[in-house]
């Protein structure tokens, strides 16, 4: 988030990689590195409007995206199988993030800022059509008449041929799914003829709600790895180069949220906005959802840590936004977000006595009805659902075998 008036920035860390490095320490308007400038001053009012509902929306992803993490396991689609984020995933990632921000800032400095955000923009509308199409789908399902005509399709891509024949994609939709892709290219369009806040979110709250359901921690130690290493990579990005800061200012994607402090006095043509990056939503949100995934495991039928780490979410946030009104200065967010969401419930986990059980938890581990059980996760062609789809074809199908796999 950041603010105008006040030239200040906050952090944002994306959860793919072509985001993360955008790490969007996001700034704020159009005169953000000078303090001293500020063009439109914010009135409390609408300063507390804008604050509020950033918060609002970063809620939305993480409790909605927990929740269908729990249940997205189940799909028998490849295309809705979650993405498993290991200890080695997590302890690289920083560094590729890092890589992945320099060299678009060094892009940035070499060739035209223009073409570049073309490219981007065409990227990131095809990416957002498929994204809010998959989030509003099982919204959309709840309101088409029971004798609404739904015929069944399916997009199969395979390798090779006869027992080496390899499933790279196997996507199964719907007419349904076709209504809402149609819809979610409407917004797609508006997006790119317009840059308008509102098509901006759309997209913007999809990746995030995306990024929670479908990439999952294996365990929470690999949770504390990479909050751990993004916490670094976060504050010395933010506070030892102008890196961030710059890339930031010249990409134009939906890599943040954003909401209008003049909304009160200019309406929806509004145009100071305060800003909240998707990073500091989707690595926060993958944890939240893991303790989410641990709680259903303990079968309790409690949600405690859930409950626990998304009040700490909501400190570490408000957090952030006093010490930068307090401050005057920019601040990472996830500076604040990390230890929370780590610090509380692991607090709750010592005075339950259930740390030991909590760290040994393993996510990847809970056998799920139409659910193949990995045991480690190699290096193969493909993504580790089209992985798991496929051995689990294997041991159905004794007479149908793959011998090798063709590293990526």
Known sequence: MADVDQGSTFSSESASPALDS???NVSNGTDST??????FVSTPEGTALAYGSLVFMALLPIFFGALRSVSCAKSKNSSDMPETITSRDAARFPIIASCTLFGLYIFFKIFSQEYINLLLSMYFFVLGILALS???SPFMNKIFPANFPNKQYQLLFTQ???????????????????VCLCFSSVVGVWYVLKKHWIANNLF??????????????NNVSTGCILLGGLFVYDVFWVFGTNVMVTVAKSFEAPIKLVFPQDLLEKGLEASNFA?????DIVIPGIFIALLLRFDVSLKKNTRTYFYTSFFAYIFGLGLTIFVMHTFKHAQPALLYLVPACIGFPV???????ELTEMFSYESSAEVMPHTPRLTHFPTVSGSPASLANSMQQKSSSPRRR???ATAM
């Open 22 to 24: 955008l790490n969007a």
């Open 34 to 39: 000078n303090a001293t400038v500020a063009k």
């Open 134 to 136: 998959h989030t509003i």
């Open 160 to 178: 090779g041929s006869g027992e080496n024949k390899e499933e790279i994609v196997n996507y199964e939709f719907d007419t349904k799914d076709l």
């Open 204 to 217: 913007g709250l999809a990746f995030a709600l995306n990024g929670v359901e479908l990439l999952h921690l």
């Open 275 to 279: 800003m909240l990056g998707l990073g």
């Open 347 to 353: 607090v709750v986990a010592l005075l339950k006595g």
């Open 402 to 404: 793959r011998h090798n």
